[in-house]
């Protein structure tokens, strides 16, 4: 098992009063080109919007987009149609294909919404736009990994255009839970979102990122009470 281990205080950060985001790769004014995303996995931003304020309308094309929000509340609206609000406890994510125009607005005047929006490139081009959103919470079982991402549209939680699987797992101090990989050709970026952890040799704290090639499985140890999700991609 090979790693590399991305520490939280390493990351690109960008404060715009309104916004205060951590860049785990390149992204915006943060240029690394040793960062650049962990094989199709592009983008990890850890982002804090402010009430009342938030990302105008603006436009992507052929890209994975997938948002998790971890509080407060995240108002969603595109130009497929789609106009909702996103909490903490679901996960939202859209095609961009040949094109989608969407804006991502605090659901509350005055109550910050922090929310990780993450970027997976897809392997086909210019699909139809489309937009899915669902309660994760309900798919959790604790102190395992629990699908909440697939390329396969009738399995459990949302799914993209690529062979990724996302999962989440909340496990109690002490507890430890397995993960095989799904690809052979694939790897894995573990993502501290809260709590400490023990993978192989090396601990992982709170917004720490690991990313890990070359092995079947591996097991991840809870050192306190944590989150961690799970992304695996091909290299």
Known sequence: MKTIVHKANTRGHADHGWLKSKHTFSFANYYNPGRMGFGALRVINDDHVEGGMGFGTHPHRDMEIISIPTAGKLAHKDTIGTNGIIESGEIQVMSAGTGIAHSEMNGNADVPVKFFQIWVMPNKQGVEPRYQQLKIDDLLTPNEFSQILSPNPDD???????????????????????????????????????????????VLDTRDGMGIIDTKGFDVEALEDSRVLLMEVPM
């Open 156 to 202: 459990a939680g949302v799914w993209i255009h690529q062979d990724a699987w996302f999962h989440m797992g909340n496990l109690d101090k002490g507890a430890s839970a397995s993960y095989e990989l799904k690809g052979n050709q694939h790897g894995v970026y573990a993502f501290v979102i809260e709590g400490k952890v023990k993978v192989g040799d090396e």
